[in-house]
């Protein structure tokens, strides 16, 4: 009796067990009778198809079930039993559930089959997946993504394996190199590369598996590249290195740098030019200071003995003819300096350093007290910048365009003369590149005006519109726009005659290392 006793509470301790463990499961278990009725639901399987146990339990297992399963289920089970032939029972398989809510979810179910002394029971594990589809519909989207940046890319993008082979090719990397994907894929990646590389790229990959040394993996650098039609171009070639669940992989981008290479070497041609005709220019001006001067000052020396000593003994017209030659002669010594001068912009260079253009302004006003006070004039100057500048060329500069705005005055009225800045940025940066940044100088005038389509003219060197009416050589201007092209900028203007003058005079705030 103590024995029966033991047995019946050992089937009940393991009884109480089972439920327990049914009860707690993650994954939801539903046993249904051979006609398809629910019989238990764990809390689980209840949670995840969002009923309570006791709305169900007691329905037709199809009700769990979007169509056409849940109009089908029926004849699945008859012809189970019939046959013996079942699709999911003893497999397990991916379906689809439908909730309380009319939602349809993916779970995996798992279906055994348990004969009982009385009766056939089927136990449905049923575990949900739907947080699993999710999360592969977003890797496979990712993989589109990055596929699909891949072929849309404007660099070319290669993948070799670790013996060079070509696994991957990108549309931009075929027109690149002028072949189709076909005839690249499978072969090694030396056929893009011209001699001496072509021959040594096994080398310089056994090289890198043996010591480790890189040479363009994570570096980039500059390579030639060998097209179909052999022609070899340059690129710039970076590579990364790519460690797959079982082997590696290099993937390399290729950025044609051709036409960054045609204006490197333009641009090396026109400053080796440039210097040429700078220093062509700086022998001329060394021999405007002394060879031209010498003789130069024999006449102004010669004609002042004849002024002094011999102008009483000469006639009316040999008074006439010493004058006039003394007076072409001091002309021509002023054109002699101001030539020194415009060479002397670019010869006799200094650093930039910071400039503070109201210190400037106020020092060019204070020059011209002289001219500003003897023509009534007004110079108005308003808050200016502090930029990179060689400051004895902006004092050139303002002194040159402020002196000329009060020489080129209109008769009768008293010169007002305006000094502000603007400050440009032409394009927008997070941080700004040397030359990104502009300032602005106007100075406008009250003064005689031009003729706007004289604008050219006005800058070039020698070029005078007002003919000997006032004084000068004409190069002041051309000095100006020499100024502001070596401080990384141009300077223009606005005028009508008779309605004065606005200069623009633009600079950069700051520059490249000289």
């Given at each position: 009796?103590?024995?029966?006793?033991?047995?019946?509470?050992?089937?009940?301790?393991?009884?109480?067990?089972?439920?327990?463990?049914?009860?707690?499961?993650?994954?939801?278990?539903?046993?249904?009778?051979r006609r398809g009725v629910i019989e238990t639901v764990n809390p689980a399987a209840a949670h995840i198809f969002g009923y309570h146990p006791e709305e169900i339990i007691g329905?037709?297992?199809?009700?769990?079930?979007?169509?056409?399963?849940?109009?089908?289920?029926?004849?699945?089970?008859?012809?189970?039993?019939?046959?013996?032939?079942?699709?999911?029972?003893?497999?397990?398989?991916?379906?689809?559930?439908?909730?309380?809510?009319?939602?349809?979810?993916?779970?995996?179910?798992?279906?055994?089959?348990?004969?009982?002394?009385?009766?056939?029971?089927?136990?449905?594990?049923?575990?949900?997946?739907?947080?699993?589809?999710?999360?592969?519909?977003?890797?496979?989207?990712?993989?589109?993504?990055?596929?699909?940046?891949?072929?849309?890319?404007?660099?070319?993008?290669?993948?070799?394996?670790?013996?060079?082979?070509?696994?991957?090719?990108?549309?931009?990397?075929?027109?690149?190199?002028?072949?189709?994907?076909?005839?690249?894929?499978?072969?090694?990646?030396?056929?893009?590369?011209?001699?001496?590389?072509?021959?040594?790229?096994?080398?310089?990959?056994?090289?890198?598996?043996?010591?480790?040394?890189?040479?363009?993996?994570?570096?980039?650098?500059?390579?030639?590249?060998?097209?179909?039609?052999?022609?070899?171009?340059?690129?710039?070639?970076?590579?990364?290195?790519?460690?797959?669940?079982?082997?590696?992989?290099?993937?390399?981008?290729?950025?044609?740098?051709?036409?960054?290479?045609?204006?490197?070497?333009?641009?090396?041609?026109?400053?080796?030019?440039?210097?040429?005709?700078?220093?062509?220019?700086?022998?001329?001006?060394?021999?405007?200071?002394?060879?031209?001067?010498?003789?130069?000052?024999?006449?102004?020396?010669?004609?002042?003995?004849?002024?002094?000593?011999?102008?009483?003994?000469?006639?009316?017209?040999?008074?006439?003819?010493?004058?006039?030659?003394?007076?072409?002669?001091?002309?021509?010594?002023?054109?002699?300096?101001?030539?020194?001068?415009?060479?002397?912009?670019?010869?006799?260079?200094?650093?930039?350093?910071?400039?503070?253009?109201?210190?400037?302004?106020?020092?060019?006003?204070?020059?011209?007290?002289?001219?500003?006070?003897?023509?009534?004039?007004?110079?108005?100057?308003?808050?200016?910048?502090?930029?990179?500048?060689?400051?004895?060329?902006?004092?050139?500069?303002?002194?040159?365009?402020?002196?000329?705005?009060?020489?080129?005055?209109?008769?009768?009225?008293?010169?007002?003369?305006?000094?502000?800045?603007?400050?440009?940025?032409?394009?927008?940066?997070?941080?700004?590149?040397?030359?990104?940044?502009?300032?602005?100088?106007?100075?406008?005038?009250?003064?005689?005006?031009?003729?706007?389509?004289?604008?050219?003219?006005?800058?070039?060197?020698?070029?005078?519109?007002?003919?000997?009416?006032?004084?000068?050589?004409?190069?002041?201007?051309?000095?100006?726009?020499?100024?502001?092209?070596?401080?990384?900028?141009?300077?223009?203007?606005?005028?009508?005659?008779?309605?004065?003058?606005?200069?623009?005079?633009?600079?950069?705030?700051?520059?490249?290392?000289?």
């Amino acid at each position: 009796m103590k024995e029966q006793d033991h047995s019946d509470n050992h089937q009940i301790d393991s009884e109480s067990r089972l439920k327990a463990i049914i009860e707690t499961a993650i994954d939801g278990i539903i046993t249904i009778d051979r006609r398809g009725v629910i019989e238990t639901v764990n809390p689980a399987a209840a949670h995840i198809f969002g009923y309570h146990p006791e709305e169900i339990i007691g329905q037709n297992v199809s009700v769990l079930m979007p169509e056409p399963d849940h109009s089908l289920h029926d004849t699945y089970l008859e012809n189970y039993h019939r046959t013996g032939v079942g699709q999911i029972i003893g497999k397990g398989r991916e379906v689809l559930g439908k909730r309380k809510n009319g939602k349809v979810f993916p779970f995996l179910l798992s279906i055994s089959e348990v004969n009982l002394h009385d009766k056939q029971i089927f136990t449905g594990v049923i575990h949900d997946i739907s947080e699993l589809k999710k999360t592969e519909a977003a890797l496979r989207e990712s993989e589109s993504r990055i596929n699909s940046i891949i072929q849309t890319a404007v660099d070319g993008i290669i993948t070799i394996d670790t013996r060079g082979v070509i696994e991957m090719v990108n549309p931009s990397a075929c027109r690149l190199f002028g072949y189709d994907a076909s005839e690249v894929l499978g072969r090694k990646i030396n056929m893009l590369m011209p001699e001496p590389d072509k021959s040594l790229h096994d080398n310089y990959m056994h090289h890198y598996h043996e010591t480790g040394e890189k040479r363009i993996i994570g570096i980039g650098r500059e390579v030639s590249g060998l097209k179909k039609d052999g022609t070899i171009f340059p690129l710039y070639l970076s590579i990364s290195e790519v460690q797959l669940s079982d082997r590696k992989v290099y993937t390399g981008f290729i950025h044609d740098i051709t036409r960054q290479k045609v204006t490197e070497e333009r641009l090396r041609r026109y400053a080796a030019e440039l210097e040429r005709s700078n220093r062509e220019l700086q022998d001329f001006a060394y021999v405007s200071s002394h060879d031209l001067q010498e003789p130069l000052r024999k006449i102004q020396a010669f004609g002042d003995r004849l002024k002094m000593k011999e102008y009483e003994n000469l006639s009316e017209q040999g008074k006439d003819y010493v004058d006039r030659m003394l007076n072409a002669a001091n002309r021509m010594q002023n054109l002699i300096n101001d030539l020194l001068t415009f060479s002397r912009v670019t010869s006799q260079a200094k650093p930039f350093s910071k400039t503070d253009l109201n210190q400037i302004a106020r020092e060019v006003v204070s020059d011209l007290e002289i001219a500003i006070e003897r023509n009534h004039a007004k110079v108005e100057i308003g808050p200016l910048p502090t930029i990179q500048a060689e400051p004895t060329q902006m004092r050139q500069l303002l002194q040159n365009l402020i002196s000329n705005a009060i020489k080129f005055r209109k008769e009768e009225v008293d010169p007002v003369v305006k000094v502000y800045a603007k400050e440009l940025q032409l394009k927008a940066h997070m941080t700004s590149t040397p030359g990104d940044e502009l300032v602005e100088l106007h100075i406008e005038d009250n003064g005689i005006g031009f003729e706007e389509k004289y604008l050219d003219r006005i800058f070039n060197i020698f070029q005078r519109l007002e003919g000997q009416k006032y004084e000068g050589s004409g190069i002041g201007l051309a000095i100006c726009r020499k100024i502001a092209i070596r401080h990384g900028g141009d300077i223009t203007a606005r005028s009508k005659p008779g309605e004065g003058t606005h200069f623009i005079v633009t600079l950069a705030k700051t520059h490249l290392k000289e």
